[in-house]
Structures are given as C-alpha cells and as structure tokens.
C-alpha cells in the first residue's frame, strides 16, 4: 500500500439507522446421458438439473467448457463458463473449477443445471428504506441480506421485486429486463446507499455516470489490523481466483486494473481499524479483495478470510468471538453522490451504519478502550 492524499468527506456517523460463442458441431460428439425421465419428448436436454456427459479418447485433452458445451449443442460456452465458475460441473475425481481444464478420456462428467430465471421477475411487497424519490429515480438504503435482482438461487425476494411492487408495472423494462432500474450494484450482505433508475433516461444517463466513474461514493470498513501507512492506495488487477472460482483475487494477467482510496477514521491499537474507503474503479468485491491482499480482510468476511488473522489474537475473549462470528462482511455504503439524470443538480445522500455493524463497534469501543 503506498501513500497518497485522499480528499476527507469528513468523519463517518456511527448512529444506529432505522462474449457470443458459436456452437461448433464435431463429428465424435458425445452423447449425454439423462437420468430415467429426464429427456425431453423432442430429444432435447431437459431444462435444468442434473446432466451426465462421457468423454471418449477423441475428446482427450479438448477445454472442458467447450466439451460440454458442444455435447448440450443448446447451451453457450460462455454459459457453461458460468456454470463453472458456480461450481455446478463435477467429474468423477472432484469439483471442476477451471473452465480451460482439459477433457479426461472416459471420464464422467456432471453438470447441475439450475432452473430458467424468468424473463420478468413478479412484484413482492418488501419492505424498503426510502431516502428520496421522484418520477425519475430512487435512492435507498439497502439492508444487509437482500440480494440485489433476481439469480440462480436467488429467484425471487430481491430488490428488484421489491421494487416492481412499488413502482408498479412502468417499472417493467427500464434497462435490462431482468434487473430494470439496476444500474449498480452492491453484494448481497454489504448494506447502504443505492441509486435505481425509474425511467430509461435515468438508467442511461446514471450507467454512463457509473461506467466513467462521474460520482463520489464512500464506504465503511471494520478491519483486521491497522494499515500502514493509514491513508493510502491499493492498486491491483482483479480477476477471478484461479484456485476457487467463487472468489475474485489480484492476479497478473486477465484481471481488470482497479484502484481503492482509502483512510483510516479509527484505530484500536493494531488490532483493527475503521476505514474510509473510496473507489476509483468499480470491480466485483473490490474493497473486499484488496483488503485481504492487503493483509487486513474485513472483519465478518466469509469469502476473504480463510483463517484467523494473526491481528485477532490480539484481541481478548469474548470480543474476539464476536468479531470472528460476526455474520456477514462489516463493509457499508455510506456516501453517494451524483448529479441527478434529468437537472444535472448535484445531489447527495448518506446512510448511517446499520444496528449489526454500530453495536460492534460500540463492543470494541467498551472492551479496547484505551488502546
């Protein structure tokens, strides 16, 4: 981490807040091998679930992704990639995790299939935190453990059901039509501040303001240690994990350049710190990853934090259990600011730390008091 001036938008409240891929055909294509019941009266592979592939000595040493996605001939290479990268295709050694492993002559492949999303997710009546709206966006306070829009494993109780809800059918079709008004995002257990775009104009003008960086936007981390220095960068490609395909990690070739400003606002000795964190680029796990890399993973992080850190042993009993089962990462949105779609007038917004996040550091505060 090296040192450099960040601009200060002042000390953070701690109150408690109410590619297209063609389908080439081979001539050995292998046939997969659907369980009793499971094929299609028209020939074609079921929809979603389980599905069996077996490689024979003409397929040896093929990418796997391509190998399945020949054998389906009704599924993308790219989407297996994804399948993959979801830890859906096993062989009959173990998990396949790289995309580019090659093909096992005789080998037996498996690939779990998750039920289609639908095209238009259904409106839910959820419950939302409103800090300004009008005809053309809103702006809200997201709670920690809603997950943004509709996935695999996540079809329905999101935000973009929520949404729908509240906005009624115009809602429907502004941006992608699976995730409308999306126009950022943030991890399904990072609470705070987002943007939604209610018209098309809003959703074109707030996603060119996203992609050029045009915005101020500041996040609170609780992490394990103290930086050094404590004001400062962390400059890294972000790719995905080579070795688990879940995590994102700093990687030397394929990744996307990335850059987080960052200043710490509170130190309890050199067991852990409170940061200030801004983004110059917007990667997936950003904050998250370069902290780690760093060697000061968030507190709670139940992606980038593989053992304890050596920082906990500092940290005596019983609040040291607290920290290290604290349920989710301890990383909130606090600032957000933009320039509004249609007025261009500056506009900005702040959510205070959540009840989870004040309570524990409040727990610090009374048991490394003094330190």
Known sequence: MKSTWMPSLGELDLPVASPSVSHRRVPNRPEPLYPPGRMTTNGAPPASGPIRFTAGAEHAGQRVDRFIAEAMGTMSRSRVKTLIDESRLRSDI?????????????????????????????????????????????????????????????????????????????????????????????????????????????NDVLTTAFAARDLDRAYVALCWGLPNPMTGEIEGAIGRDKQD????????????????????????????????????TGRTHQIRVH??????????????????????????????????DFPRQA?????????????????????????????????IDTNMAGT
């Open 245 to 280: 395909r879940k995590r994102m990690a700093i990687v030397g070739h394929g990744g996307k350049a990335a850059l987080t400003r960052y200043r710490t606002t509170r130190a309890w000795g050199t067991s852990l710190a409170l940061l200030e964190c801004r983004l110059a």
């Open 94 to 202: 173990g998990t396949v995790t790289q995309p580019a492993e090659p093909v096992r002559a005789g080998a037996i492949y498996t690939l779990d299939v998750p039920p289609p999303i639908p095209a238009t997710p259904g409106a839910q009546v959820i419950p939302l935190t409103i800090l300004y709206e009008d005809s053309d966006l809103i702006v809200l306070d997201k709670p920690a453990g809603l997950v943004v829009h509709p996935a695999p494993g996540n079809l329905d109780g999101t935000l973009v059901n929520a949404l729908l809800a509240h906005c009624g059918p115009g809602f429907t079709g502004i941006g992608a039509e699976r995730r409308p008004g999306i126009v950022h995002r943030l991890d399904k257990d990072t609470s705070g501040v987002m943007v939604v775009a209610k018209t098309q104009l809003a």
């Open 291 to 324: 902290l780690s890399a760093s060697g000061h993973p968030v507190v709670g992080d139940p992606v980038y934090i593989r053992r304890v850190p050596a920082a906990a042993k500092t940290v005596g009993q019983p609040l040291r259990g607290r920290l290290l």
């Open 331 to 363: 990383l909130h949105a606090a600032i957000l600011g933009f320039a509004h779609p249609r007025t261009g007038k500056p506009m900005s917004f702040s959510a205070a730390v959540p009840a989870d996040m004040a309570t524990l550091i409040r727990d």
